[in-house]
């Protein structure tokens, strides 16, 4: 839709460099069948940014993009269509409508974190709750991942944490639906998408879990291992919140648990 857009930022080593094309789409790791041009993430944000400010062309933009077939559309478009809702100039209700709109064309943890990570408009206020609590039950892996990378993101106070938990807790892991396989892909395979994932499916649901509190532990460690003393989260989820914890600097030295 706007490739002639991107294809002047493609990477030079995405094009030339077979084991370094290889390399940046397996980091995506997008489903099997999506396109990948070979756009680093400035170079994608700085688009995104003109194409939004241009408020007539962004908005007929936008208006393709929602109507193009589900999966049509480069990993790049993707990640293009959320920044400009991020950056273009539009009224709460009607940036959110947009959104709902675009969410569920989340297939993949680099479109959901980037977009997430760039809600500057997210407050941690009523509205942005109510926006994000459908996708917190949903039974589709990236829209529950996108609630809670948003508020990890955006929204993360010390005294919403409880509710936070709460809802994690009440997550039904086994009836959200993934189209991701486990398994395990060797370094020199050929197949470029593999579709798998390390973890038990819906893993981006369960690392996303992990992350969000293992960022809570940097930002509230006391109140994050009070809530954890009592959690019913699964013992999977609460081995990759520790393996998180101690790969980050900020908290691999903090204890994950209460120590007693």
């Not at 995405?14 to 940046?24: E, I, N, T, V």
């Not at 099997?32 to 400010?53: F, W």
């Given at each position: 839709?706007?490739?002639?857009?991107?294809?002047?930022?493609i990477s030079e080593k995405f094009m030339s460099d077979a084991r370094y094309r290889?390399?940046?789409?397996?980091?995506?790791?997008?489903?099997?069948?999506?396109?990948?041009?070979?756009?680093?993430?400035?170079?994608?944000?700085?688009?995104?940014?003109?194409?939004?400010?241009?408020?007539?062309?962004?908005?007929?933009?936008?208006?393709?993009?929602?109507?193009?077939?589900?999966?049509?559309?480069?990993?790049?478009?993707?990640?293009?269509?959320?920044?400009?809702?991020?950056?273009?100039?539009?009224?709460?209700?009607?940036?959110?409508?947009?959104?709902?709109?675009?969410?569920?064309?989340?297939?993949?943890?680099?479109?959901?974190?980037?977009?997430?990570?760039?809600?500057?408009?997210?407050?941690?206020?009523?509205?942005?709750?109510?926006?994000?609590?459908?996708?917190?039950?949903?039974?589709?892996?990236?829209?529950?991942?996108?609630?809670?990378?948003?508020?990890?993101?955006?929204?993360?106070?010390e005294s919403s944490l409880p509710e936070i938990f709460k809802i994690m807790e009440?997550?039904?892991?086994?009836?959200?639906?993934?189209?991701?396989?486990?398994?395990?892909?060797?370094?020199?395979?050929?197949?470029?998408?593999?579709?798998?994932?390390?973890?038990?499916?819906?893993?981006?649901?369960?690392?996303?879990?992990?992350?969000?509190?293992?960022?809570?532990?940097?930002?509230?460690?006391?109140?994050?291992?009070?809530?954890?003393?009592?959690?019913?989260?699964?013992?999977?989820?609460?081995?990759?919140?520790?393996?998180?914890?101690?790969?980050?600097?900020?908290?691999?030295?903090?204890?994950?648990?209460?120590?007693?």
């Amino acid at each position: 839709m706007i490739e002639k857009i991107l294809e002047p930022y493609i990477s030079e080593k995405f094009m030339s460099d077979a084991r370094y094309r290889k390399g940046h789409i397996r980091i995506i790791n997008p489903l099997p069948g999506t396109s990948v041009l070979g756009l680093h993430i400035p170079d994608m944000r700085k688009i995104a940014a003109r194409l939004a400010s241009e408020e007539e062309q962004g908005g007929e933009l936008i208006e393709r993009f929602e109507a193009a077939p589900e999966r049509s559309l480069y990993y790049e478009e993707y990640m293009v269509w959320g920044m400009m809702l991020n950056r273009m100039r539009l009224p709460l209700e009607e940036r959110l409508d947009r959104l709902r709109v675009f969410v569920p064309h989340i297939d993949n943890w680099a479109v959901c974190d980037c977009v997430c990570a760039d809600a500057r408009w997210a407050r941690p206020d009523g509205r942005t709750w109510d926006f994000i609590r459908p996708y917190l039950s949903s039974g589709r892996e990236f829209e529950v991942r996108f609630g809670l990378i948003l508020y990890m993101s955006r929204m993360m106070e010390e005294s919403s944490l409880p509710e936070i938990f709460k809802i994690m807790e009440s997550i039904d892991l086994e009836h959200i639906h993934s189209d991701y396989r486990q398994g395990k892909v060797s370094r020199d395979s050929e197949d470029l998408c593999p579709g798998l994932t390390a973890g038990r499916p819906p893993y981006y649901v369960r690392m996303g879990m992990a992350w969000l509190m293992a960022t809570a532990l940097a930002k509230h460690p006391d109140t994050t291992r009070s809530l954890l003393a009592h959690t019913r989260l699964p013992e999977d989820v609460l081995r990759l919140y520790v393996r998180k914890a101690r790969e980050s600097f900020r908290t691999r030295d903090i204890p994950p648990f209460q120590t007693i």
